[in-house]
């Protein structure tokens, strides 16, 4: 599958901006999906993913502030943030690998389970 993301930008602390993640290449709605980040200096962490019945979770540094959803006709994926805080400023990437199931187990927050990556957006905050 290939993955392609936008969205990203600038914006002022409180702000609000929609992620989006393209697949192609194969069947989207087998596949677990998330988001992660990687702030310059920092290591990729996860951001939300869904899980194999569509059930989201969030990093606790973004739950009630980030959405996670998809459209499966369309195969894409979105991020919505609102909220925005500087220190969410960050390359956002999507990431995803296949599913075999409603109760298979996705990856969740492990970064070398995935095994498609989008070129990442980028994101900054400014205070």
């Known amino acids: 599958v290939q993955l392609v993301e936008s969205g990203g930008g600038s914006v002022q602390s409180g702000g609000s901006l929609r992620l989006s993640c393209a697949a192609s290449?194969?069947?989207?709605?087998?596949?677990?999906m998330a988001w992660f980040r990687q702030a310059p200096g920092k290591e990729r962490e996860g951001v939300a993913h869904i899980a194999s019945d569509g059930s989201p979770t969030y990093a606790t540094s973004v739950k009630g502030r980030f959405t996670i959803s998809q459209n499966n006709a369309k195969n894409i994926l979105y991020l919505q943030m609102n909220s925005l805080k500087p220190e969410d400023t960050a390359m956002y990437y999507c990431?995803?690998?296949?599913?075999?199931?409603?109760?298979?187990?996705?990856?969740?927050?492990?970064?070398?389970?995935?095994?498609?990556w989008g070129q990442g957006t980028q994101v900054t905050v400014s205070s």
């Open positions: 990431a995803a690998d296949p599913s075999y199931g409603a109760n298979w187990s996705c990856p969740q927050f492990w970064r070398d389970g995935y095994t498609a």
């Open positions: 290449g194969d069947t989207y709605s087998s596949y677990c």
